[in-house]
């Protein structure tokens, strides 16, 4: 085992009142990055949907400070930037410059979430790189909004950047930003939103020049590495606190879009040693033929992002926290696809390759995870307006219950782990886009039960009020559950209905692409988080207050939690008793951590 005293912090480089000014400037250099790109952003889903991140790297490509966005893009953002700058080293960018990629198969995500990056100088010498991501409504390919379910290629998904210099001290290049304009459905958006991401690059670098202006690159450079070394020092003690161990665990995706009735499996090994850890994805299932592969890029930022949340919240977001923390993947999985594998639906895979290593650290310190949250599922609505037959394209980013946390409930409908967007507005929604929000409300039983009861799901209905238009249903837990903790129980599922108008409904197998007519409903319902904990255990008075809100059904307050009511609606607390005795008495003999519902069965 390794010594904890190499835990510990290192001896200041530099006094202490400067690096926390450093540090909490450059947390807000990132921030109002963020905040210029939403801002200047054209398209619902940046301006309302903040589906976007920006950060700031050192020239070598580590991460000195990212925004509080989404951890998916700013863990994929390491291997893109350091991709850039290997393709243009750092010495031979002009201040004005701007390189844009999407390349997923060279460190990107997948094709409409578009990187740029800039050199920020200061007395003519390159010390830092301003970067964006942001998700960009249409990159080209075979359907509008570039997320097709059923591709089965990358170059079906859109037009694929390597990287590329967009600007050249300060001008664009016309030939490269011709074909970009040329290649997509929705020209004057990608140009607004490409300038939104501009913005949010030059505000970085004006920021971080201001800074080095007041203290000196030297000093605010020494100050970077030291918040890294620190962060490293933290993480390291965190981590030599967790048991040595290999944890196993795994999980599955309920198809890929092509094969509907085969599921696909996630597995990894969670190994920690004295201060570190490795992530295994071995007995992960071969790369699937429709478009749920993740692109390697993603394996590294899921990891960093669970660890991080069992370690230190408080601790700065820069590259000292990745240094402990190492990855193996292996080759033509789905969770490292061969090229050129279809990926556009990959953040499902990757929110299921999050319960996968939660559910390891899960075994090695379950005081300090949660059960398992529902996915975010992308639905988009796309077409052409009949007035100018102008393209439109409106990304829905649902989300779900929260799971239940070792001492407190769930949150209710709310994005988490590695996606944390923002909920568009029906008047945003209704005022753009042919479509009607006829009906939204939280969905009463959809929580895992348990002592701490899973957040609630989302109930949400769409009326197509001038069609036809294209539906991409990019989703997952529609056949399999969020699980639950501790004797908590797993959550409802998702489930996607469609009522057309000639009274047939058609039940959408988790990923889908069809066409709606005008009148034509979508009703959609959103996974809830698992429980955590017996249920038995669940005070009654919260019990009776979750009935009260609509939260719990008496029913499953009666069959599940043990809870009855007399005539008047108040809490039989004798009759409760009863029930939870009998309840308990059937399944005594009964033990298990993990309540994974249908999650076996394939």
């Known amino acids: 085992m390794v010594d904890p005293k190499q835990a510990t912090a290192p001896k200041d480089r530099i006094d202490p009142i400067t690096l926390e000014v450093v540090r909490n400037r450059l947390d807000v250099i990132a921030a109002e990055m963020e905040s210029a790109l939403i801002r200047?952003?054209?398209?619902?889903?940046?301006?309302?949907?903040?589906?976007?991140?920006?950060?700031?790297?050192?020239?070598?490509?580590?991460?000195?400070?990212?925004s509080i966005a989404l951890p998916q893009h700013l863990g994929v953002l390491v291997s893109t930037v350091t991709s850039m700058l290997r393709t243009f080293p750092i010495e031979t960018l002009q201040p004005g410059d701007v390189i844009v990629m999407n390349d997923p198969y060279d460190g990107g995500t997948h094709l409409p979430d578009i990187t740029l990056i800039t050199p920020?100088?200061?007395?003519?010498?390159?010390?830092?790189?301003?970067?964006?991501?942001?998700?960009?409504s249409d990159i080209g390919g075979m359907s509008i909004g570039s997320l097709p379910p059923d591709a089965t290629e990358l170059f079906q998904e859109g037009l694929v950047l390597p990287p590329i210099k967009l600007m050249k001290k300060g001008k664009f290049d016309p030939q490269i930003l011709s074909i970009l304009l040329k290649n997509v459905r929705i020209p004057s958006d990608l140009m607004a939103d490409l300038g939104a991401q501009?913005?949010?690059?030059?505000?970085?670098?004006?920021?971080?020049?201001?800074?080095?202006?007041?203290?000196?690159s030297p000093v605010v450079l020494d100050a970077v590495a030291e918040l890294m070394d620190r962060a490293e020092a933290i993480t390291r003690a965190r981590i030599y606190e967790i048991p040595d161990g290999t944890y196993e665990f795994y999980d599955f995706l309920d198809n890929d879009g092509i094969v509907l009735d085969q599921k696909i499996k996630i597995q990894a090994a969670l190994t920690v040693k004295g201060t570190e850890i490795h992530v295994d994805f071995a007995g992960?299932?071969?790369?699937?033929?429709?478009?749920?592969?993740?692109?390697?890029?993603?394996?590294?930022?899921?990891?960093?992002?669970?660890?991080?949340?069992v370690t230190d919240p408080t601790l700065p977001n820069n590259a000292g926290c990745f240094r402990p923390i190492s990855v193996s993947l292996p080759d033509g999985t789905v969770v490292n696809p061969s090229h050129p594998a279809a990926v556009n639906a990959r953040t499902m895979t990757v929110c299921r390759m999050t319960d996968v290593i939660f559910g390891c650290l899960a075994k090695a310190c379950p005081e300090r995870v949660r059960a398992s949250s529902s996915s975010m599922q992308g639905v988009s609505f796309s077409g052409r307006h009949s007035s100018n037959k102008k393209a439109y394209v409106y990304l829905e980013l649902f989300c779900g219950g929260m799971g239940a946390r070792p001492t407190?409930?769930?949150?209710?409908?709310?994005?988490?782990?590695?996606?944390?967007?923002?909920?568009?507005?029906?008047?945003?929604?209704e005022m753009e886009f042919p479509l009607r929000v006829k009906s939204m409300r939280l969905k009463t039983d959809s929580g895992g039960a348990g002592r701490y009861r899973g957040g609630l799901g989302m109930v949400k209905i769409f009326e197509v009020v001038e069609g036809p238009l294209e539906v991409t249903h990019r989703g997952d837990r529609h056949y399999t559950a969020p699980w639950g903790l501790n004797g908590g129980k797993p959550a409802l599922p998702w489930s996607t209905v469609v009522f057309h108008n000639d009274g047939s409904q058609h039940k959408v197998p988790a990923r889908e692409r069809f066409t709606l007519q005008t009148g034509e409903v979508l009703h959609c319902e959103t996974a809830g988080g698992g429980g955590n904990g017996d249920p038995l255990l669940r005070p009654l008075e919260d019990v009776a207050r979750d009935v009260n809100d609509s939260a719990v059904s008496r029913q499953a307050a009666r069959d599940i939690y043990g809870v009855d009511f007399d005539p008047s609606g108040q809490v039989d607390a004798l009759a409760s008793q009863t029930l939870r005795t009998k309840?308990?008495?059937?399944?005594?003999?009964?033990?298990?951590t993990f309540d994974r519902g249908d999650l076996g069965k394939s």
């Open 40 to 66: 200047s952003a054209f398209s619902v889903v940046l301006k309302e949907g903040a589906d976007c991140s920006c950060a700031l790297f050192t020239t070598k490509g580590e991460t000195m400070a990212q």
């Open 120 to 136: 920020v100088h200061h007395q003519g010498v390159a010390v830092a790189v301003a970067a964006s991501m942001a998700h960009q």
């Open 198 to 216: 501009i913005s949010a690059v030059r505000t970085g670098a004006q920021r971080f020049q201001t800074l080095c202006e007041e203290y000196g």
């Open 284 to 309: 992960t299932d071969p790369q699937a033929k429709g478009a749920a592969n993740a692109a390697f890029s993603h394996a590294a930022c899921v990891t960093y992002y669970c660890v991080r949340c």
């Open 408 to 429: 407190k409930d769930g949150l209710d409908y709310i994005e988490t782990d590695i996606t944390n967007m923002q909920n568009a507005p029906t008047e945003a929604v």
């Open 583 to 592: 309840s308990s008495e059937q399944r005594q003999k009964i033990t298990w």
